[in-house]
């Protein structure tokens, strides 16, 4: 299977009345976050169903034909291809072999390369955690811990919106396996972001951070930075806490 033969099947079963209804809930219109995009209509096990089917003979060099696709469903499947990959070479097997460090290496190099075309929401939370969140756990001969800080850092510093996302949204994953440091130094490198998908983000990954690590590191980050914080990333953040203390940490607004 290509990109093209992916790509025509796609098409062929687009969906005009669930086209119109993705293209309002992902802001498609005049300058809203995700303008200009254009939907076939399809729903997101769909496009699953279209990886499932393709992923183990479809090479990696056919993946950017599907990130330059015009179809935001048919960039999905090239994101979730390359994660569909990442994770084969990512088992604990497989962790120190020499081949799958470079195959790994080679997947996220790809993504860092279209992440621009990972532009919205989705296409970033439906990828990232699972390929550049779990890249920063795994051995890696691209470079070291400071090599990776610094990846995520221009990542975090870049004009664009959905790379700032990537690198606060990556940390759900590195939560996950305990290791807090990547989403407290990106919570508040962007704790004074101008965009609402952005203050999401950094409640919703602090949130993972109490619920995964320590719920006493999140109290901390938010006694420093509460007072300080977007209220809808405050309000993401402590989503998961009694009520009693929800209004304790709304009130130091």
């Not at 990442?86 to 080679?106: P, Q």
């Not at 940390?171 to 952005?198: I, N, V």
């Not at 914080?229 to 130091?252: G, S, V």
Request: hydrophobic fraction near 40%; aromatic fraction near 10%.
């Amino acid at each position: 299977m290509t990109a093209k033969d992916i790509i025509a099947y796609m098409e062929s079963q687009q969906d005009e009345r669930q086209r119109k209804v993705l293209m309002r809930f992902f802001k498609t219109g005049k300058g809203e976050y995700g303008e200009g995009d254009e939907f076939l209509g399809l729903k997101v096990p769909q496009t699953r169903e279209v990886v499932r089917a393709a992923v183990k003979d479809f090479t990696l060099e056919e993946v950017p034909e599907l990130l330059m696709s015009k179809w935001h469903e048919v960039r999905l499947c090239g994101l979730l291809i390359l994660v569909a990959k990442f994770e084969k070479l990512a088992t604990k097997k497989l962790t120190g072999d020499e081949a799958a460090i470079r195959g790994r290496d080679e997947i996220l190099t790809m993504y860092l390369k279209y992440a621009e075309r990972a532009n919205n929401w989705d296409l970033v939370d439906l990828s990232v955690h699972k390929i550049l969140g779990a890249w920063l756990l795994l051995p890696s001969r691209l470079g070291d811990r400071d090599y990776k800080i610094g990846v995520l850092d221009a990542l975090a510093h870049s004009s664009n919106l959905w790379k700032q996302r990537m690198s606060m949204v990556c940390t759900w994953k590195t939560s996950q396996q305990g290791d807090a440091f990547w989403c407290l130094r990106y919570a508040e490198m962007h704790l004074h972001h101008p965009h609402d998908l952005m203050h999401k983000a950094v409640g919703w990954m602090l949130r993972e951070l109490g619920k995964r690590i320590s719920m006493d590191l999140l109290r901390d980050f938010l006694h420093g930075h509460a007072h300080e914080m977007p209220r809808t990333a405050l309000r993401y953040a402590i989503e998961k806490m009694p009520e009693r203390e929800r209004q304790y940490w709304m009130k130091k607004q």
